[in-house]
Every structure is written in C-alpha cells, then in structure tokens.
C-alpha cells in the first residue's frame, strides 16, 4: 500500500500500517535499551567478581593474623593476654571498619591500640606497685621517648595505613564503576533515537525487506548520536580504569597487602617481647619522669615471669594468590578501557548484525544499497553534523554528567591513595547506598572514637600532582581536583540540571 500515513519509515509503498509502524517503533526501543542493559550487566559482573575477589581476599588475610593471635597468645604470654582480649579484638574492628570505609581514622586508631595495650601491660608487669590512671596518663606522655615497644608502633603505622588505604579504594573503585555503569545503562532513549533506531532496525521489514541488514555505517551513526552523551565518560572512564591499575600495582608491590596485613599478629608479638626484654629499664624511666607508686598491698605476682625474649610466630604467606589477583584484574580493567567508546561497534556488530562496511546491498534508511555518508566521532560534541539522529549537543543528558562526576572524584581518591594519602569516604555513603557493598554502619557507631584525647586532625585530601614515570597510569599529565572541589562542581551539576529543565 502506499505509505503517505507512515511517519518514521519512508513513504513508498509499504507493508506496514499507522498501528504496525508504531509497533515496531516501541519494540526497537525496548530493544536497544535491553541490549544496552545486557552490555552493562556484563560490564558489572566482571567489576563486582573483581571486588568480591579482593574483598574476600583481604578479609581472609585479616580473619587469619586475628586466629593466630587468638590461638598463640594464651600460651605465650598468659594473663598478659587473657586479661587484656578486648583490646585486640578492639582493634581488629577497628581495622575492619575502616576498611570498609567508615568514618574512622586509621593512624589515630593504632596510637590507641598501643596507649591501651602500654597501659595494661605496664600494670600487669609491675603488680607490685599501685598505679592509678593518674599514674597511667603520666606514663603514656613519656612513651613515645622511652618507646616501650621499640619500633614496631611506628613502623606498623607507616605499612599498614598504606596497605589499608590502597586496599579500601582499591575496592571502593570496583563498586563505583559497577555502580555508574548500572545507572548509565539505564538512562532512556530520546524521542529522536527512538525514531532512528526504529529507521535502522524495522523500517527495512515495512519495505518487504526483512532480510536486509543495515549497513555498518549507517548503523555506527545512529548508535553514536543516540549513546553520545554515553561516549563522554571515556575519558574518566579511562582514568578510573588506569587508577585502579596503579594501586593494584602498588597493593602487589611497595605496599604489599600479603607481608603487611598478613603479618599484624606477629608484630605485636614482637612489640611485646620489645616491653617484656625492656622492662626493667622502662619501668625505671617512667618512675623517674612520673615519680615513684605506692607499693601495693595485693603482693607480687610471678606471672612476669613467663616466657620472655623473641617470640616467633609462623605467616602462612598468600602471594602467589595476590600476585594471581593482580594480574586477573589488571588483564579485566585494561579490556574495559574502551568500553564506552567501543560500544557503538559491538552493539552494531553483535546485536543489530550490520552488514559489512564493503555491502553495497545493506539497508541505508532509505533502501537497499550503499551507505555514503561519513560516520561521526565519538561523544556528544562530534554529532552537530549526525545525518541520521538529531542531537542538541548543548543540552549534555544530566544523569550522566553526574557520573562523570562520580568517576572523577573516585580516581582523586585512588590517586591519593597510591601517593599514600588517606582520603576520606564518608562523603560517599549516599552515593553508594545503591551499590551492594552491605558495608554501611550506623551514624552513631561509625562517628565513636575510642581516644581519650581524639585528634582534631582530618585524613588528607589532595590533588594528585603531576607524576614522572610512577604513579597512576593516564593520570600523570592532569592534576585531578580535591575531593571538596569536585563535590562543590558536582552540587552546581545538579543545579544546572533545573536550569536546564
């Protein structure tokens, strides 16, 4: 029949009815935005396995140094151990809460652990003397000349709040690019791509035609104008990517999570070989800083005398599993770079099966034939001049900009992170109540600190400087914006979306 009624498809004869093209128009549109969510979906499972790797990882790493404290202390040290359990099952609490991005100050939380343990072990070695807390508080200000436990407090402070900092963004990463991906994945189609998706995929059908596919190019400029606000998260797409693979490096390397966090257990045994060896001389400097204490009338006690000297604790290493980690997720991140600007041509040559680039014999929106037009670039900006979709490139789609927003802030974190700057996440608790972390902790428990004197001092955020041969890859030639920056951009985002309404 003649086509005079169709207002998508070409008005020659026709196969199809007002009713069939408006059929077809809603079916393509559901579609293109399934395979949209099919692309996504398999863009996430690899970022969220990549996440439960690590995560399940490192918590092993952690549940492990925790058991072997739990099953060598008793025996090795006796009440110096059972009287003060709390205050190591405290601490790896606190290891676990910060890593699962609470509110909480890694080197502010293991100055505690050792003022808490120094206060209890100083008490337990010295029964025969009354000490009050008084006493206790004197003490501890003259710890850090005498240092009690040798170097171990300082040396562990510097290894494990890298390692804990690398490994929290690390997989923080993860869960923010599943999660901009999801929310991407979802935006819908315009009027406009409605239209051409509807030309490219049935159009063809309404022309007895069923059995011609699209012409590649002809396919690549309707899937360009219709994900163009898509393609402009490849830059800080690439950015995020190259991000996590530095501080994978950095995790498998300077600050190598296995040696580090596997080993906790085995540097407080030997801190407290340091106090026990030491004891005699430390006692007597903190009398002569702090004065002598009443003698007690409890008597003495000869559980100081148990097992002293070096103590040696065996690390069940797991390298060659991180190092297996790494490289499965360095290989994973690397094929995700150009996703963004790749999916136009998978979506055409998997999904819509365009035919080749040399077909003269392909549907080109009109009839079977070649397609001469020239296909566009990628991203919004190149599609002014798009023949097939009509894109108003001043009018960026908003939920992706916020995206782009979120993936910035994202590789500042992990660019601090791999500089070893502590960087905060709190100001990441709404952004990620959508991501299935599970790892979120209640206002009021998060926001405790446990020091008697809690520091004022807030975890750094800086820029990444320019680098030279080390560092985040793709990041070297940028400097990346604060964190409160890119918040601050990130509220005018949002207000700019009304304005544009």
């Given at each position: 029949?003649?086509?005079?009624?169709?207002?998508?498809?070409?008005?020659g004869?026709t196969?199809?009815t007002?009713?069939?093209?408006?059929?077809?128009?809603?079916?393509?549109?559901?579609?293109f935005?399934?395979?949209?969510?099919?692309?996504?979906?398999?863009?996430?499972?690899?970022?969220?396995?990549?996440?439960?790797?690590?995560?399940?990882?490192?918590?092993?790493?952690?549940?492990k140094?925790?058991?072997?404290?739990?099953d060598?202390?008793?025996?090795?040290?006796?009440?110096?151990?059972?009287?003060?359990?709390?205050?190591?099952?405290?601490?790896?609490?606190?290891?676990?809460?910060?890593?699962?991005?609470?509110?909480?100050?890694?080197?502010?939380?293991?100055?505690?652990f050792w003022?808490r343990?120094?206060?209890?072990?100083?008490?337990?070695?010295?029964?025969?003397?009354?000490?009050?807390?008084?006493?206790?508080?004197?003490?501890?200000?003259?710890?850090?000349?005498?240092?009690?436990?040798?170097?171990?407090?300082?040396?562990?402070?510097?290894?494990?709040?890298?390692?804990?900092?690398?490994?929290?963004?690390?997989?923080?990463?993860?869960?923010?690019?599943?999660?901009?991906?999801?929310?991407?994945?979802?935006?819908?189609?315009?009027?406009?791509?409605?239209?051409?998706?509807?030309?490219?995929?049935?159009?063809?059908?309404?022309r007895?035609?069923s059995?011609?596919?699209?012409?590649?190019?002809?396919?690549l400029?309707?899937?360009?104008?219709?994900?163009?606000?898509?393609?402009?998260?490849?830059?800080?797409?690439?950015?995020?990517?190259?991000?996590?693979?530095?501080?994978?490096?950095?995790?498998?390397?300077?600050?190598?999570?296995?040696?580090?966090?596997?080993?906790?257990?085995?540097?407080?045994?030997?801190?407290?070989?340091?106090?026990?060896?030491?004891?005699?001389?430390?006692?007597?400097?903190?009398?002569?800083?702090?004065?002598n204490?009443?003698?007690?009338?409890?008597?003495?006690?000869?559980?100081?005398?148990?097992?002293?000297?070096?103590?040696?604790l065996?690390?069940?290493?797991?390298?060659?599993?991180?190092?297996?980690?790494?490289?499965?997720a360095?290989?994973?991140?690397?094929?995700?770079?150009?996703?963004?600007?790749?999916?136009?041509?998978?979506?055409?040559?998997?999904k819509?099966?365009?035919?080749?680039?040399?077909?003269?014999?392909?549907?080109?929106?009109?009839?079977?034939?070649?397609?001469?037009?020239?296909?566009?670039?990628?991203?919004?900006?190149?599609?002014?001049?798009?023949?097939?979709?009509?894109?108003?490139?001043?009018?960026?789609?908003?939920?992706?900009?916020?995206?782009?927003?979120?993936?910035?802030?994202?590789?500042?974190?992990?660019?601090?992170?791999?500089?070893?700057?502590?960087?905060?996440?709190?100001?990441?608790?709404?952004?990620?109540?959508?991501?299935?972390?599970?790892d979120?902790?209640?206002?009021?428990v998060?926001?405790?600190?446990?020091?008697?004197s809690?520091?004022?001092?807030?975890?750094?955020?800086?820029?990444?400087?320019?680098?030279?041969?080390?560092?985040?890859?793709?990041?070297?030639?940028?400097?990346?914006?604060?964190?409160?920056?890119?918040?601050?951009?990130?509220?005018?985002?949002?207000?700019?979306?009304?304005?544009?309404?």
């Amino acid at each position: 029949i003649l086509g005079e009624h169709l207002r998508i498809c070409p008005q020659g004869y026709t196969c199809c009815t007002s009713e069939m093209e408006e059929n077809f128009a809603n079916k393509s549109r559901s579609e293109f935005e399934a395979m949209m969510k099919e692309a996504g979906r398999s863009v996430q499972a690899t970022l969220t396995a990549q996440h439960r790797s690590f995560d399940s990882y490192f918590q092993d790493l952690l549940n492990k140094s925790e058991k072997a404290l739990y099953d060598a202390f008793p025996s090795l040290y006796g009440e110096l151990y059972t009287q003060n359990v709390k205050v190591f099952k405290d601490l790896y609490s606190e290891l676990r809460r910060y890593y699962r991005s609470s509110n909480i100050n890694l080197e502010e939380a293991l100055n505690e652990f050792w003022t808490r343990l120094l206060e209890r072990l100083f008490k337990l070695l010295n029964p025969q003397y009354h000490i009050t807390d008084e006493y206790l508080d004197c003490m501890v200000k003259h710890a850090e000349q005498h240092k009690p436990f040798g170097e171990v407090p300082r040396d562990l402070k510097v290894k494990a709040t890298r390692a804990f900092i690398a490994a929290r963004s690390y997989a923080q990463g993860f869960l923010v690019g599943s999660d901009v991906v999801k929310k991407v994945s979802q935006v819908s189609l315009s009027h406009e791509c409605t239209r051409a998706i509807m030309k490219l995929m049935y159009c063809p059908h309404c022309r007895g035609m069923s059995s011609v596919k699209p012409c590649n190019n002809y396919c690549l400029n309707v899937v360009k104008g219709c994900l163009a606000n898509q393609a402009d998260l490849n830059t800080e797409w690439k950015y995020l990517m190259d991000s996590l693979i530095g501080v994978a490096d950095r995790i498998d390397g300077p600050y190598n999570v296995d040696t580090v966090i596997g080993t906790i257990h085995m540097r407080i045994a030997e801190a407290i070989s340091n106090l026990q060896e030491n004891k005699d001389s430390i006692t007597s400097k903190v009398f002569q800083g702090c004065g002598n204490p009443k003698i007690s009338t409890k008597g003495s006690s000869s559980e100081d005398k148990r097992r002293r000297g070096k103590v040696t604790l065996e690390a069940k290493s797991s390298a060659q599993a991180l190092e297996m980690l790494v490289l499965d997720a360095k290989g994973n991140l690397t094929a995700l770079k150009t996703y963004w600007i790749t999916l136009p041509s998978s979506l055409c040559s998997k999904k819509v099966m365009a035919s080749s680039v040399s077909d003269d014999k392909c549907w080109n929106g009109m009839t079977k034939g070649s397609y001469l037009p020239e296909v566009m670039g990628d991203g919004l900006a190149n599609q002014i001049n798009n023949p097939e979709v009509e894109v108003d490139i001043t009018k960026p789609d908003m939920t992706i900009r916020q995206q782009i927003m979120q993936l910035k802030i994202m590789t500042n974190r992990l660019g601090n992170a791999n500089i070893g700057n502590d960087v905060d996440f709190q100001d990441t608790s709404d952004d990620m109540s959508g991501s299935g972390s599970g790892d979120s902790c209640p206002d009021d428990v998060c926001g405790k600190r446990l020091s008697k004197s809690p520091s004022t001092r807030q975890p750094e955020t800086h820029a990444i400087p320019k680098q030279s041969g080390h560092g985040v890859r793709g990041a070297s030639s940028r400097s990346l914006p604060s964190a409160s920056l890119l918040l601050l951009l990130s509220v005018a985002v949002i207000a700019a979306q009304h304005l544009w309404r």
